[in-house]
């Protein structure tokens, strides 16, 4: 027996074999009375369609073998954090101990922190790479908690340099998105080629550095993934808070998704010496709700599913 992971409220027989999409469409009825809104209930089909074709594709059953969609309730399950550490400029050892400590107060399964949180915005920092033993702390804080830390760092990659995004978690760190809109001022970084997403747990988050979540194109390509939730770290100007939250608002609103966004708090390079911190979480729909204040050192906590 094959099992489908989506986001259906109760399990549905599926029946493989000719008559096998009057199940998927059980499913999709499902899905329809469990939702809201169309727009919701749009996202939630193109996500719980992934999942089928991703499960089907690593073992497709035999004809007249059942199927079966398990509950949101019962797996697909997410406690997401948003962090603003407290950054000392360029201090990549130092900075890498208040990621570790921040993931160990989260107790959360995914921490998320802002644009080169390691460094701070600071556009001549050297890059570094996957393999710096100055990310031992977090791989350590990781490992402990059952965490993977999303984490903001200029690296050097097959000769180029980027603003990425990193994964760590107790097994080490990868490069896990390059930013693709990069800024006129950034011009020592490559663009990223294509957006990215992680799956942990059986949920899909889709990443984004900060002018990424100005370009709509970027929203709708990376929503295209079949993603739960856009997960960006951002730096932002205090005086432009209602930017970050009307862009958190329009992608939670144009694609029924989660939008979690970690945004740089207290001064950093670059001219950002009042940054705008309010971290937070907004649902699909675009409703604001949790969000941190402006001051570095506060996590913003939630659960999904």
């Not at 100055?134 to 690296?155: K, S, T, Y």
Request: aromatic content about 6%.
């Amino acid at each position: 027996m094959t099992v489908l992971l989506g986001p259906a409220g109760v399990g549905v027989p599926l029946t493989m074999g000719p008559t096998w999409p009057t199940g998927l469409l059980a499913l999709v009825g499902v899905l329809y009375v469990r939702t809201t809104t169309k727009l919701a209930f749009t996202a939630a089909c193109r996500r719980a369609a992934t999942r089928a074709c991703r499960s089907l594709m690593k073992g497709w059953p035999s004809p007249g073998s059942a199927v079966v969609a398990v509950s949101s309730s019962e797996v697909l399950v997410l406690v997401l954090a948003v962090a603003q550490p407290e950054c000392v400029p360029y201090d990549v050892e130092k900075n890498a101990v208040r990621h570790a400590e921040m993931v160990r107060r989260a107790e959360a399964r995914v921490v998320i922190f802002p644009e080169l949180s390691l460094t701070g915005y600071h556009l001549d920092a050297p890059a570094i790479t996957v393999e710096d033993s100055r990310l031992g702390p977090i791989v350590e804080a990781c490992a402990e908690a059952g965490a993977v830390a999303l984490v903001g760092a200029p690296v050097k990659d097959e000769g180029l340099e980027y603003i990425a995004t990193l994964t760590v978690d107790g097994a080490g760190a990868k490069v896990a998105y390059r930013k693709v809109h990069v800024h006129a001022s950034e011009e020592r970084f490559a663009g990223g080629k294509r957006p990215q997403a992680i799956e942990v747990d059986g949920l899909r988050l889709g990443l984004a550095i900060c002018r990424d979540m100005a370009i709509a194109q970027h929203a709708e390509d990376t929503a295209a993934l079949g993603i739960d939730v856009y997960a960006a770290g951002v730096v932002h100007q205090a005086a432009e808070v209602a930017t970050q939250e009307e862009r958190a608002r329009r992608i939670a609103t144009d694609h029924g998704v989660w939008v979690a966004v970690a945004s740089f708090a207290g001064p950093t390079g670059g001219g950002f010496e009042h940054t705008a911190g309010r971290s937070g979480f907004w649902r699909p729909g675009g409703d604001l709700v949790a969000q941190a204040g402006p001051e570095p050192g506060e996590i913003v906590r939630l659960t999904i599913g």
